[in-house]
């Protein structure tokens, strides 16, 4: 149970779902919060110090002086009472399994034994990317984690934490969220790795059209293919009723409807009050064969666990982010 005496620490805290997790904190009244993200070399970026700008917090700590930190069991960190790790390398087009390799397993193994040795609510961020093409089902939880394979590197190494998890025992004391498709204010210093709805955007605003992907798959048509869409403000609500409850696992962390890319687009144009204009382009070749054409978030384990809030639908995300952040150009919290 987050109180206000307790400390708390959000690795990743100037990234897009940790600074909104860090405003959501600020909302409740918490800003004993130690802030984790990487501050220097091609991680930092103005769009990043700008989401901090205006949230509350003790201190804003480099994610390798934290580590040490971590190792070291350090007096700092005394009071810790819950460690959001939401940290890690999150593009899906890196090639460097080395660097994912430290950066999103073995950075994560250190963090979560050092929670469970010091009584430490750990929830950590996984990912949809480790269902692979989703033919072997997106059911959340340990038992079908052999039967999934991750169509890029990133999503093997998240898919890595999760087997290690389960095969050292460790989803009885921590809690794993694999996020769906996350989109919403705060997202701007994510590059190609932004969501549909902040480039279409720029696009429309720049172009008065929107490019999607033409489909390589005899199953969909052009635009009928898509994602499980979930509002930041939603997936930041969930995430947070893990740390209001002992409950542990593994949960999927979405709507639980798919959404084509054509509903999300015609969304997109109708917060605008433009009439749709959408042109379909070839999908680069090398991302083809490992395209996810469909996600869905099966929610049974996050109801069970007590979540009852509901979703908020993507006609109006779309148009609370659209309307209340890109046009106007605000952050969460300004």
Not at 88 to 94: I, N
Not at 138 to 162: E, I, R, V
Not at 249 to 266: C, D, E, Q, R, T
Not at 276 to 301: C, G, H, S, V
């Amino acid at each position: 149970m987050l109180e206000r005496d307790q400390r708390i620490v959000v690795t990743g805290g100037a990234g897009f779902i940790g600074s909104a997790l860090v405003w959501a904190l600020n909302q409740r009244g918490l800003d004993r919060i130690i802030v984790v993200d990487r501050r220097t070399g091609t991680n930092r970026h103005p769009e990043k110090e700008r989401n901090l700008t205006p949230l509350h917090f003790e201190e804003y700590l480099d994610a390798d002086e934290f580590l040490k930190l971590v190792t070291d069991n350090s007096p700092r960190l005394a009071g810790v009472n819950t460690l959001f790790h939401l940290g890690a390398c999150s593009s899906t087009t890196e090639t460097d399994t080395d660097y994912l390799r430290r950066n999103n397993l073995e950075y994560t193994k250190t963090l979560a034994h050092w929670a469970i040795a010091h009584d430490v609510r750990f929830i950590y961020a996984s990912s949809a990317a480790t269902y692979g093409d989703g033919s072997a089902g997106m059911l959340d939880g340990t038992a079908s984690l052999d039967s999934y394979h991750p169509l890029n590197p990133y999503g093997q190494s998240k898919h890595l934490f999760d087997l290690y998890a389960r095969d050292h025992g460790l989803f009885e004391r921590i809690v794993g969220l694999k996020y769906f498709n996350i989109f919403g204010p705060n997202e701007n210093h994510k590059g190609e790795m932004r969501s549909l709805v902040n480039k279409a955007y720029t696009q429309i605003r720049e172009t008065g059209r929107l490019r999607l992907f033409k489909s390589h798959n005899p199953e969909y048509e052009d635009g009928e293919f898509g994602r499980d869409f979930l509002y930041v403000k939603d997936a930041i609500e969930m995430t947070l009723h893990f740390s209001n409850n002992q409950v542990c696992g593994l949960f999927n962390i979405g709507s639980g409807v798919v959404s084509s890319w054509n509903s999300l687009a015609h969304n997109i144009f109708a917060a605008l009050n433009l009439a749709p204009n959408i042109e379909f382009i070839d999908m680069p070749e090398e991302i083809r064969e490992r395209y996810q054409y469909r996600t869905q978030a099966d929610l049974k384990q996050l109801h069970a666990s007590g979540y009852e809030r509901s979703i908020t639908s993507l006609a109006d995300a779309v148009a609370d982010y659209t309307q209340h952040h890109l046009v106007p150009d605000k952050h969460l919290g300004e």
